[in-house]
């Protein structure tokens, strides 16, 4: 069963297994870091390595952080607790390797790092993740998207006896002992190159989810999620107004003025094709002229409408609605409650 499950977390995670000698390029961390420094340990979770070509091990951290001291600003801070097997790594390196992986492989490695000992066996042989060492010596994993290599500056005990409440309160009942603070500089990061294609690939499917998404919205009138899917300066032209309507509420108030005229007014997303920036969407939209206002000055006439229409939305670079252009106009539902023919 153990085996059964270890195999199924290397397979996931990279997609059965070996995989070719991964090509990495350096960057400035002082120019190019992304990382919200606040969240980087505690978001997606940090890997961390320490070791020599003869043996090494690595852990998953949730304490850290990224930032300047002494002079510099490119400062990593790290902290092991006792009783982790990892600290006689750190202890006797010079060196240390952070990391972080693709979305896919990142949660099941933090898990399976984070809830087994390297007592007990290699647990990156477990994984399937394949060693390598930087020039300096410096164990990391070929199949990490990041990797920050780490000159060690300081380390030391946390003193007890400097604690206050927060620290305090933890130590009082923790079975890992206490930690052991490390602080390096950066002294190479590199990543692995993601193809465009996978980027791209990544963006249409963030954008067709954006779109099922939107269906509810706009079904639900539901403007806690219609701010999560569009852009606050997403500008909208309608007929409704001589000025440009903005954000989610500017669009809702759209459906809002089409649902005073049809009650049971309804979206069905039929179709869509998309690339990185623009979805393509064909819908059925349907309802009842049994509200209380007109619609392009007919009365509300009990009628029934059905007809297809076609839009295209772009999208900007966090993946929200910017922009709604219609290829096809109000005439099938015109004809629908009688104002066509």
Not at 33 to 61: D, V, Y
Not at 279 to 301: D, H, K
Request: charged residues 20%.
């Amino acid at each position: 069963m153990i085996k059964h499950v270890l195999t199924t977390i290397a397979v996931a995670a990279f997609a059965a297994g070996a995989v070719a000698t991964p090509v990495f390029h350096d960057f400035d961390v002082r120019e190019e870091f992304s990382e919200n420094p606040f969240t980087a340990f505690t978001g997606r979770g940090m890997l961390l390595c320490a070791g020599n070509a003869g043996e090494s091990n690595a852990m998953t951290i949730g304490w850290g952080g990224f930032g300047t001291l002494w002079g510099r600003n490119d400062a990593v801070t790290v902290y092991v607790a006792e009783s982790r097997h990892t600290k006689k790594f750190m202890d006797a390196a010079t060196h240390f390797t952070v990391m972080e992986f693709d979305k896919d492989a990142q949660a099941k490695i933090l898990a399976y790092m984070g809830h087994n000992s390297g007592r007990n066996g290699d647990k990156a042989a477990a994984l399937g993740l394949h060693t390598a060492w930087t020039e300096n010596g410096t164990p990391y994993y070929e199949e990490a998207q990041t990797v920050y290599e780490c000159e060690l500056m300081y380390s030391a005990p946390f003193d007890k006896a400097g604690m206050r409440d927060v620290p305090k309160a933890l130590y009082a009942n923790f079975p890992a002992g206490v930690h052991t603070m490390y602080i390096g500089r950066i002294v190479r990061a590199f990543r692995r190159d993601t193809p465009a294609k996978t980027v791209a690939q990544d963006a249409i499917e963030r954008n067709k989810a954006a779109m099922r998404l939107f269906e509810k919205c706009i079904n639900a009138n539901d403007l806690e999620l219609g701010r999560r899917l569009i852009s606050e300066k997403a500008a909208f032209a309608t007929p409704v107004s001589p000025e440009p309507l903005y954000g989610a509420e500017g669009y809702l108030s759209v459906v809002s003025l089409m649902r005073a005229s049809f009650p049971d007014v309804q979206w069905r997303l039929e179709d869509m094709v998309a690339d990185e920036n623009t979805v393509a969407v064909r819908w059925t939209c349907s309802g009842t002229f049994t509200g209380e206002a007109p619609f392009a000055g007919i009365e509300p006439n009990g009628r029934k409408f059905s007809t297809s229409v076609m839009n295209f939305y772009s999208f900007d670079a966090d993946g929200k609605i910017v922009d709604d252009t219609a290829a096809t106009g109000i005439a099938g539902i015109l004809q629908g409650i009688g104002a066509a023919k």
